[in-house]
């Protein structure tokens, strides 16, 4: 079946300006996640999707991020006033239910100028 | 806040067993034990995933100390295509703690 897909792929964008970053999980996936990998580190945790509800968002880095799941399925990350700190990979993963394997989609990356 | 250690790099050659170590020596009882791998350019792909007992896929095989302060994750015979960084990760309930991965190089 269809994995995890990401959109758009790549996004580059000028410093303070906004950017959405889409995730729709794997049909069915109730839980969703998302992380962002800086050049050459390994994954930081963001947030925590069970449902439309986010019990965990202990790993957005400041009150310019936040993100939103409507429909128990596809999740939009949404960075204001971009910095060029924000330059990342953004991964977004699904499971079945929460404490279970997670399936990584592509990632989208962002280059902020 | 990495629950786990690794070697930043190791190579193989093309055809043998590649053992990657990884520390956990501060895993609780009901802490899964995940690898990932990542190749370049793309999300990290799910290998394989242990509790207490030894693990085989038909990708790998995950060997689990018994007090489970270390495992090792075992691709039998490697491939070119096997090149990759691959995680280490302790599962506390949803959250998965990586670290920074052993960039494994497959050498023909």
């Known amino acids: 079946g269809a994995g995890v897909s990401q959109s758009p792929s790549n996004k580059v964008t000028e410093k303070g300006k906004d950017v959405e970053l889409r995730c729709d999980p794997i049909?069915?996936?109730?839980?969703l996640y998302w992380y962002r990998q800086r050049l050459g580190q390994g994954l930081e945790f963001l947030i925590y999707?069970?449902?439309?509800?986010?019990?965990?968002k202990s790993g957005l880095p400041s009150d310019r991020f936040s993100a939103e799941r409507t429909g128990g399925s596809v999740s939009t990350l949404t960075i204001q006033r971009t910095q060029q700190e924000d330059s990342a990979v953004y991964l977004c993963?699904?499971?079945?239910?929460?404490?279970?394997?997670?399936?990584f989609g592509p990632g989208t990356r962002l280059t902020v100028l | 806040d990495a629950k786990t250690t690794q070697p930043p790099s190791m190579d193989c050659a093309e055809g043998r067993a590649a053992n990657l170590p990884c520390n956990h020596s501060?895993?609780?009882?009901?802490?899964?034990v995940y690898w990932y791998r990542q190749i370049h350019s793309q999300g990290p792909q799910y290998i394989i995933h242990?509790?207490?007992n030894n693990e085989t896929n038909e990708m790998a095989s995950l060997i689990i100390t018994e007090d489970r302060k270390s495992s090792t994750l075992i691709l039998p015979h490697a491939t070119l295509r096997d090149t990759a960084v691959y995680y280490c990760?302790?599962?506390?309930?949803?959250?998965?703690?990586f670290g920074t991965g052993t960039s494994l190089t497959v050498i023909p």
């Open positions: 993963a699904s499971s079945l239910v929460g404490p279970d394997t997670q399936y």
């Open positions: 049909s069915g996936h109730t839980a």
């Open positions: 999707f069970q449902g439309n509800s986010a019990p965990d």
């Open positions: 501060t895993i609780s009882g009901n802490e899964y």
């Open positions: 242990g509790l207490k």
């Open positions: 990760i302790v599962r506390v309930h949803y959250q998965f703690y």
